[in-house]
């Protein structure tokens, strides 16, 4: 019952470094998120994907990438981190936005940028 | 764009006080869905209100959608430690779900 699964959960990165967030879904959902969330604040969507082959840009983008080869997989990358990018990042995924089809989160990755 | 406001962001009550989040859209919504987020955890689904003038009641908490179907609430009973939180609400935007900005709950026992 594994869900949302995403790695690594902890991280430190010094500035101009570049690195990966994996995150990997077993329910089967077409769609699948990425958010990062600053201290004490909400929810900010930087990349999502309606389906394997396909991505797009949310509210937060710059600064990062994704891909989509698989329905199960959805890395993030962050290249030349920066400390703006200090966060926890959430992957999530779900079906779709439609009535019925809720999102479920993984466990947050958080990031610190030095 | 849609955006989707949450108010009050902060909200500080005694034990046992009751306690309401209200969320509002700039465009009619489809759905709305409520989230809880513990303190150092990840937002978890708790409800979801899809007719207008919707009303849904689990234990404690009671949800509302509004009859525009522009608004919507959660009204928690007599809170409890296991309360404290932030509660977001969403509502689908194409293929997205917007975030509220989230109303961060915290109880004095």
């Known amino acids: 019952n594994a869900g949302v699964t995403q790695t690594p959960k902890f991280r430190i990165l010094k500035i101009g470094q570049s690195m990966t967030l994996q995150c990997t879904q077993d329910?089967?959902?077409?769609?699948m998120y990425w958010y990062r969330q600053d201290p004490g604040m909400g929810l900010k969507l930087i990349y999502y994907?309606?389906?394997?082959?396909?991505?797009d840009k949310g509210e937060v983008p710059n600064g990062y990438n994704v891909s989509r080869s698989t329905t199960e997989d959805f890395p993030l990358r962050l290249e030349l981190a920066a400390p703006s990018q200090t966060s926890v990042y959430f992957c999530a995924s779900s079906y779709s936005t439609h009535s019925g089809n809720t999102i479920y989160f993984g466990e947050g990755s958080w990031l610190t940028v030095v | 764009g849609q955006q989707v406001m949450q108010i009050p962001q902060y909200q500080h009550v005694q034990e046992g006080e009751d306690f309401t989040t209200y969320c509002n859209s700039s465009t009619t919504l489809s759905n709305i869905q409520w989230y809880k987020q513990r303190p150092g955890g990840h937002p978890v689904f708790l409800i979801q209100l899809v007719k207008s003038g919707e009303v849904k009641k689990q234990k404690r908490l009671t949800f509302q959608f509004g009859e525009a179907k522009k608004n919507s609430s959660l009204h928690i009973t007599a809170t409890q430690t296991t309360d404290v939180g932030t509660y977001f609400c969403a509502g689908p935007r194409a293929q997205k779900l917007v975030f509220g900005q989230g109303t961060r709950l915290t109880i004095n026992p």
């Open positions: 994907s309606v389906g394997a082959g396909i991505t």
């Open positions: 329910m089967n959902h077409n769609y």
